[in-house]
Structure formats: structure tokens, C-alpha cells
Antibody, heavy 122, light 107 residues
Framework: EVQLVESGGGLVKPGGSLRLSCAASGFTFSDYSMSWVRQAPGKGLEWVSF????????TYADSVKGRFTISRDNAQNSLYLQMNSLRAEDTAVYYC???????????????WGQGTLVTVSS | DIQMTQSPSSLSASVGDRVTITCRASQDVSNWLAWYQQKPGEAPKSLIYVASRLQSGVPSRFSGSGSGTHFTLTISSLQREDFATYYC?????????FGGGTKVEIK
């Protein structure tokens, strides 16, 4: 069974940093592209960042480019999101999401974690 | 960026009703379109990919259609467990973008 478990969320002041982690299990992690998707309280879904299985292709939403860094450790079956220069508008639940198949279209999501809440407030 | 527009933003329906949600893309996304269901307090659940293919385990009362810029999600006979918010998403081009959501409520 595929499991994605996020951690690392919490309360941080504007301008601060936070590192999210996603522990993956139940599949060969290195075979799958992964994304972070966020959802502000009471709002819709917003894609944040994508990383291919090998890590050789990475892309970001404009809203986080230059502030957030996605990475993965395939030996540890883990996905990360380093978030710097945080703003109030980054407050959201952050989901770790896996692509549906190994060699399919990038961004075709199947499995979602339960999410971790990041609150940016003074 | 490709803008995804869903309509309606909310609807009220009764158990057994046929429900249709529309999603329009600001430019051609071919059939690279997915639908997700989200219930309060839960993570989204993947329902449909490539516009019309059901994910494994999704009931057959759900169906998707369309290509290019116009897509629909249909629930043929609404069940109590289907009351939720539905999102479309294009994955033709980065940045990936979602529609604003359609909340399906009980009449």
C-alpha cells in the first residue's frame, strides 16, 4: 500500500524558514516523480513544486520560486521542501503527492499524503 | 499560465440526481485533465485522469469527458458519500493548475 506521510509543519514568523519532509513507502520511490501541492485555509488547491524521480528535472510555481527548494533522497525514500523567506500567504496545508505511474505524463497525480499545516504569523 | 475555470462554484442536489460539473481551460490542454474529490478535513482523492479514465476503485457512476478546452465531470446518480468539493487540474504544461473547485451540497 502506498503511504505518504508529511511532517515538519508548524508556526513560523514572517521571514522565517521551515523544512517539510514526506516519508514514502509501499513503492519504489526513485521510480516516481513527486510534487508538493498546498491549500490555504478555506481555499482551493495550488501546485507548488515538482521533482522527477531521478531529481534531474525540477520546477516551481512563480509564487514560491527563489524562496522554496524541493529535493529528494531516494536512498531514504524521502521528499523535502525547504521553505525560506516565508510570508503570511504561504499559510496552508502542504500535501506530498505522487504521480500515477512511473513513466507517465508529469503531474498526473494519484496518491496524496494527509498534509501538514504551515502557519506563517507573527 | 493556463487558467482553469470551473462552473458552477457550488450546487445543491438530492440523492439520485444527475450532476454535471464543467471545467474550461484558457488554452488547449489536449486530454491532460484530471478530476479530484475532496471531503472536509481530508486530502484530495484522485478520480479521473486523461479526461475520461477512472482511477481504480472509483465507482462507475463517475464519468469524465472532453478534450481541448472544455471538460465535464458527471455523477450519474448522486450518492450521499459524493457530497464533497471537486477540482479539475490540467497537466499539459507547467505550472500545473487547478480549477477553483465545485462544492456539491445536499439539497
Amino acid at each position: 500500500e502506498v503511504q505518504l506521510v508529511e511532517s515538519g509543519g508548524g508556526l513560523v514568523k514572517p521571514g522565517g524558514s521551515l523544512r517539510l519532509s514526506c516519508a514514502a513507502s509501499g513503492f519504489t520511490f526513485s521510480d516516481y516523480s513527486m510534487s508538493w501541492v498546498r491549500q490555504a485555509p478555506g481555499k482551493g488547491l495550488e501546485w507548488v513544486s515538482f521533482i522527477s524521480g531521478s531529481g534531474d528535472y525540477i520546477t516551481y510555481a512563480d509564487s514560491v520560486k527563489g524562496r522554496f527548494t524541493i529535493s529528494r533522497d531516494n536512498a531514504q525514500n524521502s521528499l523535502y521542501l525547504q521553505m525560506n523567506s516565508l510570508r503570511a500567504e504561504d499559510t496552508a496545508v502542504y500535501y506530498c503527492v505522487r504521480d500515477r505511474i512511473r513513466s507517465g505524463r508529469y503531474g498526473e497525480f494519484l496518491n496524496w499524503g494527509q498534509g501538514t499545516l504551515v502557519t506563517v504569523s507573527s | 499560465d493556463i487558467q482553469m475555470t470551473q462552473s458552477p462554484s457550488s450546487l445543491s442536489a438530492s440523492v439520485g440526481d444527475r450532476v454535471t460539473i464543467t471545467c474550461r481551460a484558457s488554452q488547449d490542454v489536449s486530454n491532460w485533465l484530471a478530476w479530484y474529490q475532496q471531503k472536509p478535513g481530508e486530502a484530495p482523492k484522485s478520480l479521473i485522469y486523461v479526461a475520461s479514465r477512472l482511477q481504480s476503485g472509483v465507482p462507475s457512476r463517475f464519468s469524465g469527458s472532453g478534450s481541448g478546452t472544455h471538460f465535464t465531470l458527471t455523477i450519474s446518480s448522486l450518492q450521499r458519500e459524493d457530497f464533497a468539493t471537486y477540482y479539475c487540474q490540467q497537466y499539459n504544461t507547467f505550472p500545473l493548475t487547478f480549477g477553483g473547485g465545485t462544492k456539491v451540497e445536499i439539497k
